[in-house]
């Protein structure tokens, strides 16, 4: 069933299932329809429906979805009953930020070791985890079969890193490196560009103006 | 023209402006190809080639792309030939990493002012900025045209704070709270959410162990 489903629908699901999550957190009501999510989300209601559809049938039609039922089926569609264990190799600007962040885990991720190949970060303690060289990196994702790291380093050693993440056994990478990085087959990457992002912006802007 | 070509064709052209840019920064040729540049990218020559059609003929058959008129075009394209000034709210973790970002400004950013409610980090340092009152957001915007702002602040003060900078002038907001803001037509908004990117990757993960 898996291949079936373009890559596009499986990218929307996070954003349904953190809609929901906040619908479940901050608000009273205990059903939710595709239009309200659409409203939201500025996607529209079949689409959402379009989507869903792939995976089941969540819904009813007139009652609509019931929030924290979708939730749980969102969540295990995208294997999110256990939070992964998450190696970040970096411990620049970036690096703390991420390890600082503290919503990494109510959403089925956690970082639990952190490497930079600096010796002067070496040691150092970050939000409660201590920088590790890369020395130990290997050992590290082979025992404890991590699936998924963060990347974020220099773009000169982004590449060099990713080889060493898949070769070890990482399978998911997010990269901050402002590269586009060669991965063998089966190997899952996304990227973090915040000038990417803004450049995207830019190009409607002047005309405005 | 600008409405003629679909988004996801100028979601598109900043990345190509990165890997030309790194092309010219790193290698001696002067030359690409539509090919070439597919391959680094996983996108398809043929992909490249319509993509860049819609604003011109940029190539020559056999010849290929010169690099550095390619990177000049995209940049005009784009709206790059000036560094745009870009407001940043929040001074937490995400926002000292974003202001100790040294890759904005080669690619057309800068990150001149940073703002943030908390007074114990109003007056405090970041990078050769100073960190200020909200109460200041508005005559600066406004005096200084600022379009473009970056946001790093909670999801609880996200929409109201989106809301304020649109009020006043912002037509571009990139935002690293983890909500769906809703802003008028005419505005511009990016996300960076680290999670939505990981749970991206992790359905394709489980069913490979």
């Given at each position: 069933m898996t291949n079936e489903i373009p890559d596009i629908v499986i990218g929307r699901l996070p954003i349904y299932l953190r809609a929901l999550t906040r619908m479940a957190t901050?608000?009273?009501?205990i059903t939710t329809s595709s239009h309200e999510l659409g409203e939201q989300l500025g996607i529209s209601s079949a689409q959402i429906r379009k989507d869903l559809s792939h995976f089941g049938e969540?819904?009813?039609?007139?009652?609509?979805?019931h929030i924290n039922y979708l939730i749980d089926q969102l969540s295990q569609i995208l294997h999110l009953e256990r939070a992964w264990p998450v190696v970040l190799v970096g411990a620049g600007h970036i690096g703390h930020a991420l390890a600082n962040y503290s919503g990494f885990r109510p959403r089925g991720f956690s970082i639990n070791w952190i490497f930079d190949n600096d010796p002067d970060k070496v040691g150092q303690a970050v939000n409660g985890l201590t920088v590790q060289g890369m020395g130990k990196l290997k050992g590290l994702i082979k025992q404890e079969k991590v699936r998924v790291a963060i990347l974020a380093v220099p773009v000169s050693a982004a590449q060099k890193t990713a080889d060493m993440l898949i070769e070890y056994g990482i399978k998911a990478i997010l990269s901050y490196a402002p590269i586009n990085l060669t991965v063998p087959e089966g190997i899952h990457v996304r990227y973090s560009d915040p000038v990417i992002q803004l450049q995207q912006m830019t190009f409607y802007l002047e005309s405005e103006e």
């Open positions: 901050t608000g009273d009501q969540f819904g009813k039609q007139g009652t609509g979805y």
